[in-house]
């Protein structure tokens, strides 16, 4: 099962080589970005510390990381008005997934679960930036819309996309909760209520022997 949960500081180096392995496959694909991720491995990795950030980790059973995003709340101030930067939103930045899972469709379930979550968090939209244009018509194919096109103080063109807040109901075939630590896997929860039957039907037939012929108390043990 697949789950969205907090990062913490211990997942840095399962980060760093989740990234790092992003960028070489992105190298060996000749994807005009794929330094610009090389030279920034322990950067985005380093997020999992950030306090100004939110960083989410996608894991595979509880353990293994398969993706990340860092949520944050200010607008980049190129990308964005001064109205639009006044909205409630959640800006997603360094969104990656392990480039192995690539055919699971990995990142477009984060940008369904930011969706959700910040409809669930009264939060209007879900905006990014990106300075290539391959990568907006990617994020226009997890429907986002794009915004506008302008330059960065660099020079460089940057993309603004963004997405209407909304519930998403079929999350739930793929994502389980991972707010809490509690959190029961479907298996499990299954286990759990066959032995709670089993226990009732013991329980049942007990009863009946006390209550039928037994003349000796039963010792349960």
Not at 35 to 45: K, M, N, R, Y
Not at 106 to 123: E, F, H, K, M, S
Not at 200 to 213: D, P, V, Y
Request: glycine fraction near 4%; aromatic fraction near 8%; charged fraction near 25%.
């Amino acid at each position: 099962m697949l789950a969205m949960r907090p990062a913490t500081s211990e997942d840095r180096r399962a980060l760093e080589a989740m990234i790092q392995a992003r960028s070489e496959w992105m190298k060996s694909k000749q994807l005009s970005n794929w330094s610009s991720w090389g030279q920034h491995v322990q950067e985005l990795a380093g997020n999992c510390m950030r306090r100004d950030g939110d960083m989410w980790v996608l894991v595979e059973d509880h353990r293994r990381i398969i993706g990340c995003t860092t949520i944050l709340r200010t607008a980049a101030p190129w990308a964005w008005t001064t109205s639009e930067a006044e909205e409630a939103a959640f800006y997603l930045n360094g969104t990656v997934t392990d480039p192995a899972e690539r055919h699971r469709k990995l990142g477009t379930l984060i940008a369904d679960w930011a969706v959700d979550r910040a409809a669930r968090d009264n939060i209007c939209w879900v905006r990014r930036d990106c300075t290539s244009s391959a990568l907006a018509a990617y994020y226009e194919k997890q429907e986002f819309n794009l915004v506008r096109e302008v330059s960065t103080p660099g020079g460089r063109t940057s993309y603004a996309l963004e997405r209407k807040a909304e519930r998403v109901p079929t999350l739930a075939r793929w994502l389980i909760s991972g707010e809490s630590p509690t959190v029961t896997a479907p298996l499990l929860r299954d286990e759990v209520v066959e032995s709670a039957r089993f226990i009732a039907e013991a329980r049942r037939l007990l009863s009946r022997s006390l209550g039928g012929t037994a003349k000796t108390p039963v010792a349960i043990s």
